[in-house]
């Protein structure tokens, strides 16, 4: 469950402790870590409103996918939000917004205009839905508002890589949760 | 998995009469090969699709879902290709999703039966609740020896436990 934390901790070699409930844990010796955030997400999604996939960055899941099969299950997930409507009980559905699976969490958000973001995460990861919107923050600063990026094609803005690089990083969501 | 036991006796307390709104509002239970043996509803206001379409829907939903997960699975090296047929237990699985005005639980039995429970968005962890759920058809349908296997489930003591069972449940 924790082998990425595992493998991150021996690529930065810091003291890494994984208490589930993430933000800050204690050490062997009694001495207060900071627990490195950035392990807890697996992958980002970002895919436009006919489900083509516009950006995608793996923070180190085992066995990385390969570009078509990332855009496959883009198109994928873009299917299977729409037909989670059409299953909907009651009227007013907007789509999965959460995914349990055995190993991992999916956490989805749609904007207005339909574009989707989604992360993958360690099951049980907290504020997951306010990194979203800071991404779609993030996105909507450093790409819709970029003179040379056109509409619903991928995503290649260097502020925008560096912006959400920040935002991965463990204090903005410790931070965020509060 | 604990549900490999056959002969479990049924163990969680019996439910408890609730007085708040019944908070389920359907459940499907297919088996191996996607025929729908159940198909309950509580509270379903919204109806798009004929009965028959609305349960091929949600077997291809889960069937894409397991697919997806299987391959999204951040933890495993080899997944294989996207869409690759999988036995039951196989691969990575999901057990629930949320929309906002749903919640699905899903539990596949290593046979190969699927139980889905479609609740209220705010209801807690439902996967022990699915395994009693799969205790009763084991207990009811399976060793009924009326029952042949691949039709729809006419078995009155299941269908009185089951409801009982689901009115009983409300959200944590």
Same mark, same amino acid.
């Given at each position: ?51 083509? $996939? ?16 990332? $855009? ?25 917004? $959460? ?75 410790? $931070?965020?949760?509060? | ?23 389920? @509002? ?22 798009? /699709? @004929? ?16 697919? /997806? ?12 290709? /996207? ?20 919640? /699905? ?68």
């Amino acid at each position: 469950m924790h082998q990425s934390l595992i493998i991150h901790c021996e690529r930065t070699s810091r003291k890494v402790y994984s208490p589930s409930d993430g933000g800050i844990g204690k050490g062997p010796g009694g001495e207060v870590l900071q627990f490195n955030r950035m392990a807890a997400i697996y992958s980002l999604f970002i895919i436009n409103k006919s489900g083509g $996939l516009i950006f995608y960055k793996d923070y180190g899941s085992a066995g990385r996918m390969d570009t078509n099969d990332s $855009l496959r299950v883009a198109s994928l997930w873009h299917s299977m939000h729409a037909i989670s409507q059409q299953l909907s009980p009651m009227a007013g559905c907007t789509g999965i917004e $959460l995914l349990e699976a055995d190993t991992f969490d999916l956490h989805c958000f749609q904007s207005l205009t339909g574009t989707k973001f989604f992360v993958v995460c360690e099951p049980g990861s907290l504020h997951m839905g306010a990194l979203l919107k800071h991404i779609y923050e993030l996105y909507t600063d450093f790409v819709l508002k970029n003179p040379f990026y056109e509409m619903e094609m991928p995503i290649r803005c260097e502020l925008f890589d560096l912006n959400l690089a920040q935002a991965i990083q463990k204090d903005r969501v410790a $931070l965020m949760g509060r | 998995m604990q549900f490999f036991g056959g002969t479990e006796i049924i163990s969680p307390s019996p439910p408890t009469p609730s007085t708040s709104v019944n908070k389920a @509002n359907m459940m499907y239970i297919f088996n191996r090969s996607g025929v729908c043996l159940l198909y309950k509803e509580w509270n379903r206001p919204l109806k798009t /699709l @004929n009965a028959q379409q609305d349960h091929k829907l949600m077997f291809g939903l889960l069937f894409s879902l397991k697919s /997806l997960t299987a391959k999204m699975d951040p933890v495993s090296v080899d997944k294989g290709n /996207l869409g690759m047929p999988q036995l039951p237990g196989q691969g990575c699985s999901f057990h629930s999703f949320c929309t906002n005005t749903y919640k /699905l639980s899903f539990m596949e039995s290593p046979s190969g039966i699927k139980i889905i429970l479609v609740t209220h968005p705010k209801m807690g962890d439902l996967r022990e609740s699915l395994r009693y759920i799969y205790n009763l058809y084991v207990e009811f349908v399976v060793k009924n020896p009326l029952y042949s296997p691949g039709t729809p489930i006419r078995c009155d003591l299941f269908n009185t436990s089951l409801d009982q069972y689901v009115k009983s449940l409300v959200v944590a």
